[in-house]
């Protein structure tokens, strides 16, 4: 009898304890649930994609966010690029005029076309097969210490930059779908920022940038003569929020499109030219307000050393499209 009462005993306990386990389990499940929620943090007040690095920005209404980074129409953001005669990738810091080329698409979607001051307009076939006969040229290139290829785009497309910039081999090529992108895991870091499925083309670190319209605002309380956030040349402008909010969105929902956050973006002398006049601020501002009080924390020099920071990186966990106009969400970390 006493060992019935026993067993009855080790049944009541143990049932307990299940109990105990399950119901503990339970409130560590909903309480890490809860910390991953996605919370509504503004709107998409600007969508801006670059199909040319360092050119001027397209404003655009609505776009896809894909592994390549955003695409608006047969556009990718940052896949064609300007490379001098030995190769070199040239950017705004080489040849700030650079901003103020402008690409359009045109209406049959055949062509990239580009726009300078005093000059005429260059059409650039997408279709590489429209610009040479039999198999591509093809343009050995690095991008911040890393090998891509690129499609040359044609002798015209050369002789049109190497006249705006005044000088010779400046050439255009284009990373179509047949090139093999950027492994952003292979860059040199101080510490790990990207995983395994992140590709780029000819963008910096990330397939994508975003910033909060009220980051700028509140720079610009700061700035004697105010910046757009233009100067900053991010693809997604939220609005909404409070300002530098977006550094601490571990994951960002906008439309069917989830993003996440890599880093924040370290700013350099490109945000000093003007985009409206491709003229460089003789006062390097905004960098030179930002840099007093816009730091990294001391543990995380290795990362961004000294430069000042303003937006974040992202890259990609699920492709969707996403317009102007939509809500935001993220999880905050």
């Known amino acids: 009898m006493s060992d019935l009462l026993s067993n009855h005993k080790r049944l009541i306990i143990g049932g307990l304890a299940a109990c105990a386990t399950v119901t503990t389990g339970f409130l560590l499940y909903r309480s890490l649930r809860k910390k991953q929620e996605f919370i509504e943090v503004g709107k998409v007040d600007q969508i801006y994609i670059y199909p040319v690095k360092s050119c001027r920005a397209m404003s655009v209404q609505h776009g896809d966010c894909t592994k390549r980074g955003l695409k608006y129409d047969v556009l990718t953001d940052r896949h064609w690029l300007v490379v001098n005669e030995e190769n070199q990738f040239t950017t705004i810091k080489r040849q700030p005029s650079m901003v103020l080329i402008t690409p359009s698409l045109s209406e049959d979607g055949r062509y990239l076309l580009l726009d300078a001051p005093e000059m005429t307009t260059l059409k650039v076939p997408i279709d590489v097969s429209d610009v040479s006969e039999g198999d591509p040229k093809i343009v050995d290139t690095r991008v911040w210490g890393q090998d891509i290829q690129g499609v040359y785009c044609g002798q015209e497309a050369e002789d049109w930059l190497s006249k705006y910039f005044k000088g ?145 990186h992202l890259g990609i966990d699920q492709e969707g499209s996403l317009s102007v106009g939509d809500t935001v969400y993220a999880v905050c970390q």
């Open 168 to 312: 010779s081999g400046y050439k255009l090529i284009h990373a179509n779908s047949k090139v093999a992108l950027r492994d952003a895991t292979g860059m040199k870091r101080a510490r790990p920022i990207a995983k395994k499925g992140d590709l780029l083309a000819y963008q910096d670190d990330a397939a994508f940038m975003l910033m909060s319209q009220d980051s700028v605002d509140d720079l610009n309380e700061k700035l004697d003569n105010p910046v757009s956030a233009r100067n900053f040349r991010p693809n997604i402008v939220v609005s909404g929020c409070s300002a530098y909010s977006e550094d601490n969105w571990k994951f960002i929902k906008i439309g069917g499109a989830i993003l996440r956050h890599m880093k924040c973006d370290e700013r350099c002398l490109v945000t000093t030219v003007d985009p409206e006049t491709g003229i460089a601020s003789d006062s390097r501002e905004p960098i030179t307000t930002l840099k007093k009080y816009r730091k990294c924390k001391e543990e995380d020099k290795p990362l961004y050393k000294d430069s000042p920071l303003l937006g974040v």
